[in-house]
């Protein structure tokens, strides 16, 4: 809707405010916990039965040794934070980009 009409403001709540709604709703309940699970599917694979769920897991994390599992779930996590960096309403002094220099040294 921005496209159509720029002046918009941010976060209007009679244009934008329930499409942010949407988009917050989906990342608490898709995801974040999807992320999550891929981060420490090792752990629970290990301490919990989780074999209905073991094949599904396998196909994210199979290309890596298996001391290295984590690392599917880490590249989901690192997305996330680089897309809540690039989005977020902040005045753009250089700050954006000195943040996601910093996090991708870190």
């Known amino acids: 809707h921005v496209n159509i009409q720029p002046s ?20 608490i309940l898709l995801v974040i916990p999807f992320t999550l699970l891929l981060l420490f599917a090792p752990l ?31 590249y989901f996590l690192c997305r996330l934070i680089f897309l809540g960096i690039l989005t977020a309403p902040v005045a753009d002094n250089g700050s954006k980009q000195y943040s996601i220099q910093i996090i991708s040294i870190v």
């Open 8 to 27: 918009t403001p941010y976060l209007n709540l009679k244009e934008h405010l329930p499409w942010f709604l949407i988009a917050v709703l989906v990342m």
């Open 44 to 74: 629970l694979v290990r301490y919990f039965n989780l074999t209905k769920i073991k094949p599904f897991l396998d196909e994210f994390q199979s290309c890596y040794k298996d001391n290295f599992r984590w690392m599917a779930g880490y």
